[in-house]
T-cell receptor, first 117, second 114 residues
């Protein structure tokens, strides 16, 4: 069981470069999420997707875009990277969906460690 | 909206000693509560959850948490820790109705020393 798979695991970018973080889940989950983790701040939600074809902004969406390509895949794009986006990024998925099964836990990938110089 | 406060950012503890991690939440509606654990260089894993029923919930590796509605708390405890319990622990909450987003606390780093 792969669960939630994130690629790449590490990345170093220069300010202004763009890149896409990939996430795929094999659990047939409805919802998918992107978080960033910074020291002392816990996890903050960037974007989420309740189902294929829908995406919504989370707590800290500025500077990011997402795409829910299909039920399995949910990508996060940085169009013009900034040093403030240096962080560890986590993708998660859940059986929960809009209006249903909110008691289902989220399953996390191992993260992408992103440094922007 | 709901919010979570973890009252301790760092908790050093000796092996075989007890540990308690404190979590308080704020919400205008009923919630589900979760504790997640993150080992070094890994993602978060579900440790235990409170959905309904008995207010004391337990994990397979000896942790337990008690939901206290009047104090809006969900503290995590273990009577005797091991070196392998060294990790960061996150409390999280979601609204029961019509929601599927989690709000996380800032995390508590537990360091177990021999």
């Amino acid at each position: 069981n792969a669960g939630v798979t994130q690629t790449p695991k590490f990345q170093v970018l220069k300010t202004g470069q763009s890149m896409t973080l990939q996430c795929a889940q094999d659990m047939n989950h409805n919802s998918m999420y992107w978080y960033r983790q910074d020291p002392g701040m816990g996890l903050r939600l960037i974007y989420y997707s309740a189902s294929e074809g829908t995406t919504d902004k989370g707590e800290v969406p500025n500077g990011y875009n997402v795409s829910r390509l299909n039920k399995r895949e949910f990508s996060l794009r940085l169009e013009s990277a900034a040093p403030s986006q240096t962080s560890v990024y986590f993708c998660a998925s859940s059986e929960a969906s809009r209006g249903a099964r909110s008691n289902q836990p989220q399953h996390f990938g191992d993260g992408t460690r992103l440094s922007i110089l | 909206a709901q919010s979570v406060t973890q009252l301790d950012s760092q908790v050093p503890v000796f092996e075989e000693a007890p540990v308690e991690l404190r979590c308080n939440y704020s919400s205008s509606v009923s919630v589900y509560l979760f504790w997640y654990v993150q080992y070094p260089n890994q993602g978060l894993q579900l440790l235990l959850k409170y959905l309904s029923g008995s207010t004391l919930v337990k994990s397979i590796n000896g942790f337990e948490a008690e939901f206290n509605k009047s104090q809006t708390s969900f503290h995590l405890r273990k009577p005797s820790v091991h070196i392998s319990d060294t990790a960061e622990y996150f409390c999280a909450v979601t609204r029961r109705s019509n929601d599927y987003k989690l709000s996380f606390g800032a995390g508590t780093t537990v360091t177990v020393r021999a």
